[in-house]
Nanobody, 122 residues
Framework: VQLQASGGGLVQAGGSLTLSCAVS????????MAWFRQAPGKERKFVAA????????SYADSVKGRFTISRDNDKNTTYLQMNNLKPEDTAVYYC????????????????WGQGTLVTVSS
């Protein structure tokens, strides 16, 4: 399975961005999906996850109420809507997929996109 993340860019604090992750090669609807991020010099951290049906989601405390993960199984795409962005949200954002239940542990995911850079200026 191949994952292609897109939608990153430069935005001012308080602004919004929507990331997309297009999946090909397997039956997308069988995969739980997640977003992780990695700031310069820091470890990769969990952001949000969604079950294969989209009926369950999970968020890191730092993004709750500001970010929304969703998926469109007809388009083989998962999204991360990011509102009220803060400078500390600056990172490379990675989408990830796994068969089975969704998870907030990076080690549980066997499929990764290439990452898309989000830069939030103050």
């Amino acid at each position: 399975v191949q994952l292609q993340a897109s939608g990153g860019g430069l935005v001012q604090a308080g602004g919004s961005l929507t990331l997309s992750c297009a999946v090909s090669g397997r039956t997308f609807s069988n995969y739980a999906m997640a977003w992780f991020r990695q700031a310069p010099g820091k470890e990769r951290k969990f952001v949000a996850a969604i079950s294969w049906l989209g009926s369950a989601t999970s968020y890191a405390d730092s993004v709750k109420g500001r970010f929304t993960i969703s998926r469109d199984n007809d388009k083989n795409t998962t999204y991360l809507q990011m509102n009220n962005l803060k400078p500390e949200d600056t990172a490379v954002y990675y989408c990830a997929g796994r068969l089975g239940p969704y998870s907030d542990y990076a080690a549980d995911f066997g499929h990764w996109g290439q990452g898309t850079l989000v830069t939030v200026s103050s």
